[in-house]
Every structure is written in structure tokens, then in C-alpha cells.
């Protein structure tokens, strides 16, 4: 206990972060009115199920450096906390996993279908909270990292199936 002492200053901060950014996160999924129960129930179920927030405290962090509206440093910190939990959903429906952090996966309760749609549309919702920074190289960063991520799954997946096929397959 002695030896991690120093680290509660950190942990502290990150507990900080990590309410504010849940607190974002949670203002904005209340304003959905106009989306089925199921997708509202889907989307909270991938968004609080856990997870240290680390990306997000690291985005508000690094805002210290520069002068920045706190209110769009929360949205750029949500934004990229939904692009990661989008792409844990769409992780999990690739690999099949049926546990995530101890907890049932998604796909493990919802069809495939259903279970790539709620991902899209969390990649759609990361996409609408960066554009609230009103900061276009954000977005422009935002759109390139989502560019990286699809690429490097539909990589891995391709290379799974053994694509492109050789000319002697």
C-alpha cells in the first residue's frame, strides 16, 4: 500500500475524468428521444459497462497545454470514448467473444445484425460529438483514426480468409 501511495493523486485525477467524461456521455445519450428502446438499451449496455476511460482523461489532459473551451474538450473526450467502445462492440462481433471485462458481450445478446448496427451508429454518434468541437482538424484527426481502425480490421480479416487469393489458389 505504502509503495503505490504517490499514485493517488493520479488515480484521483482519473476518477475525475472519468466521471466527466460518463456525465457527457450520459447528457448525451439522454437527449435521444427519437431512437427505438432496444438501440437505447444496447447502446447504454456497451457504453457503462466498465472500462478505465483512459483515452478521454488523456484528450482532457493534453487540453491543459492549450487554450481550450472546456465544454469542447468533453465533447472531443466523449467522442473518442465512443469511437473506442464502438469499435469493442464491433471487435467482439468479429472475434466472437462472448465476455468483455467479465460481462456478456453485446452479439452474445443481440443478433449480428443488430449488434454491427448499434456499432455504426456509435461510430455515427463519435463522428456528431467531434464535429461539436467545431474544430475541423479534430474531425479531420477523428475521420483519419476511424479510416485506420476499418482498415486495419477489414486487414485482419482479409488475411484471416487468405484474400486477395494467390494466382495458384
Request: charged fraction near 20%; proline fraction near 5%.
Amino acid at each position: 500500500q505504502r509503495g503505490v501511495a504517490f499514485l493517488m493523486p493520479a488515480r484521483a485525477f482519473l476518477d475525475r475524468m472519468a466521471a466527466k467524461t460518463n456525465a457527457a456521455l450520459e447528457h448525451y445519450v439522454a437527449s435521444w428521444t427519437d431512437i427505438p428502446l432496444d438501440l437505447d438499451e444496447a447502446l447504454r449496455y456497451s457504453l457503462f459497462a466498465g472500462g478505465k476511460r483512459l483515452r478521454p482523461a488523456v484528450a482532457i489532459l493534453s487540453s491543459q497545454f492549450y487554450e481550450a473551451q472546456p465544454d469542447r474538450v468533453v465533447s472531443a473526450a466523449a467522442a473518442i470514448e465512443m469511437l473506442h467502445t464502438a469499435t469493442l462492440v464491433h471487435d467482439d462481433m468479429i472475434d466472437r467473444a462472448n465476455t468483455r471485462r467479465g460481462h456478456p458481450t453485446l452479439n452474445s445478446r443481440l443478433s449480428g445484425e443488430a449488434t454491427v448496427l448499434t456499432g455504426d451508429y456509435m461510430f455515427a454518434v463519435a463522428a456528431s460529438l467531434a464535429a461539436e468541437t467545431d474544430c475541423v482538424p479534430v474531425v479531420r484527426i477523428f475521420s483519419h483514426a476511424l479510416m485506420t481502425i476499418c482498415n486495419g480490421e477489414l486487414r485482419q480479416l482479409l488475411a484471416d480468409r487468405n484474400w486477395p487469393p494467390t494466382r495458384e489458389g
